[in-house]
């Protein structure tokens, strides 16, 4: 087992690191930003070092830094996290080359699935599902026409480079494809460097369901069930679930295996998420696979009773996971409280919290890393905390969320939590009747207060 595990991230990711480095007798490195010097990370790591200025390209995305600061303090792994360097395959390979484990899939697999013609083409191989559409990178806009024509309108055209919505245009109608195609790649070059498009049919009012998938060094993968992602806007995840209330026993084990060849085909090292796009009909489609633990893993840790961080850290350490696949015994949500104005467009509301009391009780968990005094930085995201609630049925883990949304208070920044007590209440959501566009005409109607 490590000895020592540096932790290249900062925020309620880094802290939930460190707690289960504690409870696995590993020691704990903490880096940060001068704008993070009182953070909690800082104050319950073993030792701490500061990796410079607050710009993240200066400090939690600067790979010379985060290796001198494992150098000196002697880590023999680093943990990414999620967000910064936690898909960086450079960043995977330096680290392999210093001799240090990154806690985390290859570079491989990171570059892999990060191309996404390339991750779809590796799909295909292994017959895991796909949207049909062209076969790889559109040569020119005219043969993105012709398939276009072929597969039927509406059509969507991805970046390559992609992922989170960037680069990515709907066409309904031939006549606006040329348009699209151009605002589509210049987006691209601008976001990622690189233009490269494909093409797919548009899947409408889809459903977003990601499977938790764990393989070890052995060669064995498992699934750990599904989480409902569908309540998102602009493709920032707002609420997340599991089970998801669209689930059927029959279509997790479809969806369940269909990711468990997924993590098979490229013989998947860590932890990973495999997201499917899902219609109506419950037809499913590899969408894109994520390498690294997500911001939502603790809807999953509840539903089936597992630490996910502690599951990576023994992955990566060469321990072999059981084989088995784990199937929700209980529901749970998680509702992501950020420091936005909800009654303004979401817009981001740093500032320092005067005052906060955390909602408690049974079935109810709280990640955050921010207290009464904390200033929360515009420089970094803006999630403060995720209230995570579990109980034996949805309607009780959402009668449960309510009264935990409503004992939790935030004083001197505006959050999320409006936004999170309307929906909880909103029928559709309730009765599970929803999808990725639920958002767009969601109304936050008038401030309170
Ligand atoms: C799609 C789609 C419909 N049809 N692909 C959005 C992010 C990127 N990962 C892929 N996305 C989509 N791909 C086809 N063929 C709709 C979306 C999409 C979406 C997917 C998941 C969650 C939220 C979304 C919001 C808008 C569009």
């Known amino acids: 087992m490590f000895e020592k595990i540096l932790i290249a991230n900062r925020g309620e990711i880094a802290l939930r690191i460190i707690r289960t480095c504690r409870e696995m007798g590993i020691q704990t490195v903490a880096v940060f930003s001068t704008a993070d010097a009182d953070s909690l990370h800082v104050r319950f790591a073993d030792e701490a070092v500061c990796i410079g200025p607050a710009p993240s390209s200066d400090s939690y995305l600067n790979i010379p830094r985060l290796m001198a600061a494992c150098e000196i303090t002697n880590a023999d792994a680093i943990h990414p996290g999620y967000g910064f360097l936690a898909e960086n395959a450079d960043f995977a390979e330096i680290c392999g080359e210093y001799g240090i484990k990154f806690i985390g899939p290859t570079p491989e697999h990171i570059k892999r699935m990060g191309d996404k013609i390339t991750a779809k083409a590796t799909m295909i191989a292994a017959s895991v599902p796909v949207v049909p559409g062209s076969d790889g990178l559109l040569t020119d806009v005219e043969e993105g026409k012709r398939i276009a024509d072929k597969i039927g309108y509406p059509v969507i055209l991805k970046a390559t480079a992609g992922g989170g919505g960037k680069g990515m245009r709907e066409v309904w109608q031939e006549e606006d494809f040329e348009n699209q195609w151009n605002m589509a790649r210049n987006e691209a070059m601008a976001s990622f460097g690189n233009d490269g498009m494909y093409i797919e049919k548009f899947v409408e009012e889809p459903r977003h369901i990601e499977f938790q998938i764990a393989g070890d060094q052995f060669g064995n993968v498992c699934h750990l069930s599904e989480r409902e992602c569908s309540i998102q806007r602009r493709h920032q995840k707002l609420v997340e679930e599991s089970p998801s209330p669209f689930m059927t026993d029959e279509l997790r084990e479809e969806m369940g295996q269909a990711a468990i060849l997924a993590g098979k085909a490229i013989n998947y090292e860590g932890v990973g998420t495999v997201e499917f796009l899902v219609d109506k009909h419950r037809n499913f489609y590899f969408m894109e696979m994520n390498t690294r633990i997500q911001v939502e893993h ?152």
């Open 298 to 449: 603790p809807v999953t840790e509840e539903v089936i009773d597992h630490d996910l961080i502690k599951e990576q850290i023994k992955i990566a350490a060469g321990i072999p996971i059981s084989g088995e696949n784990y199937l929700p015994k209980v529901h749970a949500i998680e509702c992501r409280i950020n420091a936005e104005d909800v009654y303004k467009g979401f817009r981001p509301s740093p500032g320092t919290i005067t005052s906060l009391h955390t909602a408690k009780g049974h079935g109810v968990r709280v990640d955050t890393h921010v207290y009464a005094g904390y200033s929360i930085s515009p420089y970094y995201d803006s999630l403060i905390a995720k209230l995570i609630c579990r109980a034996r049925t949805r309607e009780e883990c959402i009668t449960k969320m309510e009264r935990a949304l409503e004992e939790f208070i935030v004083e001197g920044v505006k959050t999320t939590i409006p936004f999170h007590k309307k929906l909880m209440k909103d029928e559709k959501f309730r009765s599970g009747d929803f999808h990725t566009g639920f958002l767009n005409d969601f109304d936050m109607g008038e401030s309170e207060k």
